[in-house]
């Protein structure tokens, strides 16, 4: 199935919720509210004509300019992605479903962005929405375990973070 | 002459009970298995048949650090490894060695400006007494190490002169969780000549 009849699908079962959508990309995607975002996985999962029974991986883009020279010449404003790469092995084809966050929730830096997690629809994305949380800093809302997967318990920040600043010291090491 | 120092006749040699006890020392280093990264592999290979670490008595990888003189710390140590690191090295019997194997293990390597999980050089958490460089360093380079290691071996004044205590800080360490007794080098050195008197045996 290709992506416009894919698309078809989505925009006649959700109408103007579908936010955006990309064809002529290489993963042709389409935007979501995060709000929505369990309800349309069901939907990809479950539907007869999708099937999209593996997610292949999610992805944290993190859209930021820390140099303020620069940032007038990025072409973004600052927000976050999180990008869910999605594959049918019934059916043969593959999707990708976006939401556009802000970096930091309620702009009060240090309050992480929320995204439902869809944990409970593919048992894959556990460990990846523990990533995204690790290295971008995304909260998942109704994750199983959500702790930080890669680094250390106790770590501070999110390091994928374009503004991440590192560490001087980690327990008494120096870090640089 | 060596460390021999007179042969008599057959099978009868005398020579002074430092350099026997340092020749069966640095004659079976056995290292700990230790690989943390790609330079393990290359460590596996030194123990294999075409390099056979084995030729120079350093053949027989321990899976436990009780059981090791020599720590080949090859590959890259992150933070969260950093304090296992320690005490595994804490944990080998005296006297213990240690080789950094690799740029990683020498000075953080690649990782050094954008690595933000990994020690910049294991000398930050450990003594260090072979810098092993390369990326990974070729078999014939960590045999040279072991070398490198058997020459401070051979040197050791053990019996004569006494553990030598300078390198029981890490050279350049920032390594400031440590207990009060250890906290700067002249109360280590301090530690350290208490405990050795206190496990010296009776003077009869």
Redesign the interface.
Same mark, same amino acid.
């Given at each position: 199935m290709t992506a416009q009849e894919i698309v078809a699908i989505l925009k006649e079962r959700f109408g103007p919720r579908i936010k955006a959508e990309k064809l002529d990309a290489i993963d042709p995607y389409v935007v979501i509210e995060p709000a929505d975002l369990v309800e349309v996985c069901r939907f990809l999962r479950d539907d007869p004509r999708l099937q999209f029974d593996m997610l292949n991986c999610i992805s944290g883009v993190d859209y930021c300019e820390p140099d303020p020279a620069k940032a007038a010449k990025a072409g973004f404003e600052p927000h976050l992605e999180v990008v869910y790469h999605l594959s049918s092995f019934v059916k043969r084809h593959r999707f990708v479903v976006k939401l556009i966050l802000p970096r930091w929730k309620d702009n009060k830096p240090g309050q992480l962005p929320e995204v439902p997690s869809v944990a409970s629809i593919w048992r894959a994305a556990d460990w990846h929405e523990r990533e995204t949380y690790d290295l971008v800093g995304v909260w998942f809302t109704g994750h199983p375990d959500l702790r930080r997967i890669?680094?250390?318990d106790d770590w501070e920040g999110h390091?994928l973070r374009k503004d991440?600043v590192?560490?001087l010291?980690?327990? &008494?090491?120096? &870090?640089? | 002459m060596g460390w021999l120092e007179g042969r008599f006749e057959e099978g009868v040699i005398t020579t002074t009970l430092e350099q026997a006890i340092n020749w069966a020392r640095e004659s079976s280093m056995w290292p700990m298995t230790f690989g943390l990264a790609c330079c393990a592999i290359e460590m596996m290979a030194t123990g294999a048949s075409r390099y056979d670490i084995d030729r120079f008595g350093a053949g027989a990888f321990r899976a436990t650090p009780r059981q090791a003189d020599l720590m080949i710390v090859a590959g890259t140590v992150n933070y969260k490894m950093a304090s296992r690191v320690r005490r595994l090295y804490n944990q080998m019997p005296e006297p213990k060695f240690v080789i950094a194997m690799g740029a990683c293990t020498c000075g953080g390597g690649p990782y050094y400006k954008y690595g933000y999980n990994v020690v910049k050089g294991v000398d930050l958490i450990v003594p260090v007494d072979v810098y092993v460089a390369g990326c990974p360093p070729r078999p014939e380079a960590l045999l040279e190490g072991l070398m490198r290691i058997q020459d401070k071996v051979r040197a050791m004044k053990y019996l004569t002169k006494g553990q030598p205590l300078e390198n029981l800080i890490p050279a350049r360490s920032g390594y400031v969780k440590l207990p009060p007794e250890l906290e700067t080098p002249e109360k280590a050195n301090e530690f350290a000549k208490r405990n050795k008197e206190r496990a010296a045996p009776a003077k009869a």
């Open positions: 890669l680094l250390a390091p991440y590192f560490p010291e980690y327990h &008494g090491i120096r &870090g640089r | -």
